[in-house]
């Protein structure tokens, strides 16, 4: 069950990140009926606008959602409904995206909760709170050239965090801000562009011998 809300939660930020204008983002996790557990995902209303108007990737969403059992995946436009928490408003139009799920046990949410904090915040998001708690643009410390399928395409160049107890993150390859795989380097890569699923261990190692 916590691989299915991580998945359904990657595609609602892969939406967010994707959209430049977008200045605003957030997670929740929150009880509903029936023993039932809300993912609720917010960022500007242009995100969400631009998201009903690609309506295959809409569409490809709200599958995703049934795929992992959720009961419905509903879509806020921006003027019939008014979207207000406590922990999330800041006072701009903002819309989400809302699905009901099964009710998540303490795995999920623990699992949830470490995948969004992994997550590479684009410099265009201002705000971004995931379960209450503020996650923040990290500055590339270099960006690189390189080439993947006969294009070039930036690899930003991202230290990890290290923890009060004197742990780090582990370093990961990232595709425009979302974890894809482990990487054998001592920093993340956070690539902008798309890569395919599963990630190719080919393109991973090619990766290490020239970031090395």
Known sequence: MSRDFVLVQRKLTRFAFDDPAVTFFGIMLHPGSNRNTYLDVFADRRCWTSLLDRQPDFMDLVTLAHVCDAERAVKWVPG???????????????????????????????????????????????????????????????????????????????????????????????ERGIPACPIGLTHHVNLITSLPRPVPQALVDDLVKRLS
């Open 80 to 174: 019939r409904e008014a979207v207000q928490t406590p922990e999330e408003s800041t006072g701009r139009d903002e819309t989400l995206v809302h699905v009901e799920m099964p009710f998540a046990d303490y795995e999920t949410f623990d699992a949830l909760l470490k995948d969004a904090e992994k997550l590479l915040v684009p410099q265009n998001i201002d705000t971004a709170r995931v379960f209450g708690e503020p996650i923040h643009y990290r500055k590339p410390y270099e960006v690189l050239p390189v080439e993947l399928d006969g294009k070039e395409v930036q690899a930003e160049v991202v230290h990890p965090i290290k923890h009060s107890d004197g742990s780090a993150e582990a370093p990961m390859l990232y």
